[in-house]
């Protein structure tokens, strides 16, 4: 097995996932478990070293005046007198189905039914101290956790009920939530094990948890938690989320970014009835008891903001080309992603019989979770609950107590369950306006934003600008590769192509719009740039993309996705094409200026790795005739057909992990083709999904996934790298059926030739 | 402003007391605390907060309440009936067509209007019939094949 706090000291926390580590920690001792959770035996997992360090330095203030319990918990598990199982994680369920996948392994440790397993997540007052919900981190580290609190309680159960039942330990064992003994002559339940019990039991370090090929349980397509709870309408969002006394609320915007207040009227909104009226600096927000008034409300505020000129679309690569000023949003230059130079780029050039220098960029994308973000905040004397949607409760928590001077024990962010992120609910703003409402009206307030709220004043995925300079031999042997990656990040920069002479770094810049966290981050960009430069080398030197590759990767993981999603595919060498050239705003092709013929197919291969997921995709595309609103030279891209194959070691759900390619696959296809933030001036200029469109049904492709299952690797999380091998496959595709090599993302906003 | 005093949800009549410009949705969810239905884009764009008009699929986020005063309003909270789960609802289980499940009330709403038009939709009937409801997650697929499940046409989802 590959040890996982190996993996955790490789894999950089993403510059744009953490900003600052805690301050402040709850702490728990023995009576307050008991307290909490009433009768029955209660089992802590201390964290990992390298968690530990991940929190922060020094002391971390958890662990309290309690010096037997460790500093650092990871997680509990609770056994009531009943026998059910209850497990607390800092973790959140946002559709990626982790509730799923930890409710099984610990079913699976513990060897009781999944029905009888528990997780209470993302609740600061009851579940552990978690940085947070991204990166892919649940199963590599949470998984590994869970199962060595549940074996260790498995162990000392065990232990107490050979007491009890006056039999050697050795000679029992649990099946099915029953303690049985070899001739099953005698049995207890866990119910009656714990009955009466009023135990807090830290487990050793040492516990050995059931290995892959073991597995009973997790390895095996478990339903969805609480599946039935949402096909019923059941399920509680925070947006659904409603508190006796509660008021709506709803926030005046500024004008633009960065805009400061100027004047503000508020008389004619204070003077409808019911309606609380709160400004405090630049927060201008309105609280009532219907949702209406609080929309009749602020519209009646006048406002004035004055708006400092700002960049567009437009301009936006060469400011981004620019070093940052402000050194928040990056490690500067070579930090982060980079790595220390490898060999000499002269000697790699001269060594070349080919060169090539390129450039690639990717437009801001938005998330765009189906859910907006909304918070329920309610105060009790001088304590803060809120209910919100966040990848980050604990980082929430900490936003509310500094944006409140009050210490963090007195705040509580509970998140249900999620209508997704995607790595774009990482902060607590809309949980803060409500909390401040909330203060304000002396009653608990509840803040959904709009679509165009969400859209506009959250976060994006950062836009960036890549430069690739490389050289290849007349064989195929790549000699030199030098990337430099402006603003997007350092997730995916790394290359496992074996290139002696390499440099690669990453560079700050200043954003024009706020940007943060997304699924899979830059690793999409970096792939995207990395795979289709890759694919023009192979051009360049007249070798298949497939062949080109393979010569190129010695990594075994990454040619056996490669070779699986090509063998499913049916991958035939493609053709050396030539590059389309534009005169005068005509397309050119094979000699002559020509329109594209509708019926062209292309195929293209792209692969990559990053947080322990290896993917290999293979995409077919076809180029078909406008609208009937569109010029009719205009041509459409339509990916017919995805392949694609993915190992993240030992699969622990496999109908879940293929849910989660498909996903990636479908989301993939919005930035690789059409999603693009428009921006000018400090304002969003498409805001709607009438404006800003996300794929639909419409977009689907055939999809076919390869699940390359290892169960001697441990398993690491598979919601993000799915996504990365997309949009070069589609951009190779595109290539060999036009000879167009599109080197932005989006590739066709607005189709092919328009 | 007038007024809207009565609503026939789910088999029900209602009494409210409320504008009748206000969204159907907000009416819905704030006022009869029936919350299956989701705000997703308060524009008819994404199909979260579908429901049926006398058996029609409607966005209720851009329906005014005062045009559905005599109307009979059916929500996905209707469709599991005493504790059993309607055969769309089993069959998005069974699919797993769902990661979030922000988007499921719409669809599953969405789906069964298709239905109760087509009973045997083919890919394509589905695919235009659900174009107007947006999963984010990309279930699509997966979305498709229980439709298929439910109308009869498929039995086992990868």
């Known amino acids: 097995m590959i040890d996982e706090h190996n993996l955790i000291d490789e894999i950089e926390v993403e510059r744009y996932e953490l900003f600052d580590a805690p301050n402040y920690n709850f702490h728990f001792d023995r009576r307050d478990f008991i307290k909490a959770f009433g009768l029955g035996i209660v089992f802590i997992v201390p964290a990992t070293r390298v968690l530990a360090q991940q929190r922060g330095q020094g002391e971390s203030g958890r662990g309290g005046p309690n010096q037997n319990l460790p500093k650092d918990i990871e997680a509990w598990i609770h056994i009531d007198e ?33 029905s009888s397993v528990h997780l209470v997540m993302g609740d600061t007052d009851l579940t552990p101290f978690d940085l947070g919900t991204f990166g892919s981190r649940s199963t590599p580290t949470m998984v590994p956790q869970l199962r060595k609190a549940a074996a260790a309680a498995r162990e000392m159960l065990i232990a107490m009920a050979a007491e009890q039942l006056n039999v050697a330990p050795g000679d029992l064992r649990i099946v099915d939530a029953r303690f049985l003994n070899h001739d099953k002559s005698k049995t207890l339940t866990l119910a009656e094990v714990a009955k009466g019990r009023k135990l807090v039991k830290v487990i050793p370090d040492n516990i050995a948890i059931t290995q892959p090929k073991d597995w009973t349980i997790a390895g095996t397509s478990v339903t969805k938690v609480d599946a039935k709870s949402y096909v019923s309408g059941k399920h509680r969002y ?4 409603k508190r006796d006394g509660m008021l709506y609320g709803k926030i005046v915007r500024p004008a633009a970014f960065n805009a400061s207040l100027v004047s503000v009227d508020t008389k004619a909104a204070a003077a409808i009835p019911g309606v609380t009226v709160v400004t405090d600096g630049n927060f201008i927000g309105v609280t009532a008891p219907d949702q209406q008034t609080t929309i009749r409300a602020a519209n009646a505020i006048a406002v004035d903001w004055k708006s400092p000129g700002q960049v567009s679309n437009k301009e936006l690569f060469d400011v981004l080309r620019k070093p940052a000023t402000n050194q928040r949003g990056g490690g500067g230059e070579g930090g982060g992603g980079g790595s220390r130079p490898q060999g000499s780029m002269a000697d790699g050039l001269a060594a070349a019989d080919k060169k090539l220098e390129q450039t690639y960029t990717v437009q801001y994308i938005a998330h765009a979770p189906l859910e907006p973000r909304a918070a329920v905040a309610e105060w009790n004397g001088d304590k803060l609950t809120v209910w919100t949607g966040s990848q980050r409760p604990f980082g929430v928590r900490t936003e509310l107590a ?7 024990d007195k705040v509580r962010v509970i998140v249900p369950d999620t209508g997704s992120g995607y790595g774009g609910k990482h902060t607590g703003e809309c949980a803060v306006e409500a909390a401040r409402l909330a203060k304000a009206a002396g009653k608990p307030v509840k803040l959904t934003w709009t679509r165009e709220e969400e859209f506009t004043w959250a976060y994006f995925r950062p836009a960036g600008v890549i430069d690739i300079k490389s050289g290849v031999k007349n064989d195929g042997t790549l000699t030199a590769w030098e990337f430099h990656n402006y603003n997007s990040g350092g997730a995916g920069i790394q290359i496992k192509y074996d290139i002696p002479n390499n440099d690669i770094r990453f560079h700050a810049s200043d954003s024009p719009l706020k940007q943060g966290s997304y699924r899979g981050l830059a690793a999409t960009a970096n792939h995207f740039a990395r795979e289709s430069h890759i694919d023009e080398l192979a051009q360049l030197v007249g070798i298949d993309p497939l062949e080109f590759r393979l010569r190129n990767i010695k990594d075994d993981r990454l040619r056996a996705v490669l070779q699986a999603a090509a063998n499913k595919f049916g991958w035939k060498p493609t053709p050396r094409v030539p590059p389309a050239t534009t005169s005068g705003g005509v397309l050119s092709r094979l000699g002559g200026p020509t329109n594209l013929p509708v019926s062209d197919r292309g195929v293209g291969i792209a ?18 005739p406008p609208s009937d609103k569109e010029d009719k030279t205009n041509r459409r891209v339509r990916i017919v057909r995805v392949v694609e194959a993915f190992e993240c070691g030992a699969i622990v759900n496999p109908r879940h992990l293929h849910n989660q390619i498909e996903g990636s696959i479908v989301m993939a296809i919005g930035g ?53 091998g997309l949009a070069p496959a589609i951009g190779n595709a595109i290539f060999i059926a036009t000879g167009i090599r599109l080197r932005s993302l989006p590739m066709v906003p607005r189709g092919l030739t328009a | 402003m007038a007024k809207v005093t009565s609503l026939n949800v789910n088999g029900r009549k209602m009494t409210v007391d409320i504008d ?5 949705l907000s009416v819905l969810r704030n006022d009869l605390d029936l919350t299956g239905s989701k705000y997703g884009c308060g524009e008819g764009q994404c199909g979260a907060c579908t429901v049926l008009i006398d058996g029609v699929a409607t966005r209720s986020c851009i329906t005014q309440v005062g045009r559905v005063g005599g109307k009979q309003i059916t929500t996905i909270e209707a469709l599991e009936k005493d504790g059993k789960l309607h055969p769309l609802q089993e069959a998005f289980i069974a699919a797993d067509a769902m990661q979030c499940a922000y988007c499921t009330s719409g669809m599953i709403m969405s789906a069964s209007a298709l239905l109760a038009k087509n009973a045997k939709p083919s890919r394509a009937e589905i695919i235009t019939g659900m174009n107007g409801n947006i999963c984010r997650c990309g279930t699509y697929e997966r979305i498709v094949q229980a439709i298929q499940i439910a109308s009869g046409q498929a039995k086992e989802v990868a």
């Open chain 1, 402 to 408: 500094e944006a409140f001077h009050i210490p963090e």
């Open chain 1, 672 to 724: 690789a083709l059409f999603e693009s933030i428009q921006f000018d001036d400090g304002k969003i200029l498409n805001p709607h999904f009438a404006q800003y469109r996300v794929p639909r049904f419409s977009d689907l492709p055939k999809i076919e996934i390869v699940l390359v299952d290892r169960k001697d690797i441990a398993s690491a999380g598979a919601g993000e790298t799915p996504i990365v």
């Open chain 2, 20 to 24: 009748s410009s206000v969204s159907l």
């Open chain 1, 607 to 624: 692969c990559g790795f990053e947080k322990g997921g290896y993917v290999a995709t293979c995409a077919e595309i076809a180029i078909e």
């Open chain 1, 238 to 241: 925070t947006f659904d989320v």
């Open chain 1, 82 to 114: 009943k026998g059910e199982v209850t497990a607390f994680t800092g973790k959140v369920e946002v559709g990626q189905n982790t509730r799923t996948t930890l409710t099984q392994s610990v079913a699976d440790e513990l060897h009781v039914p999944v």
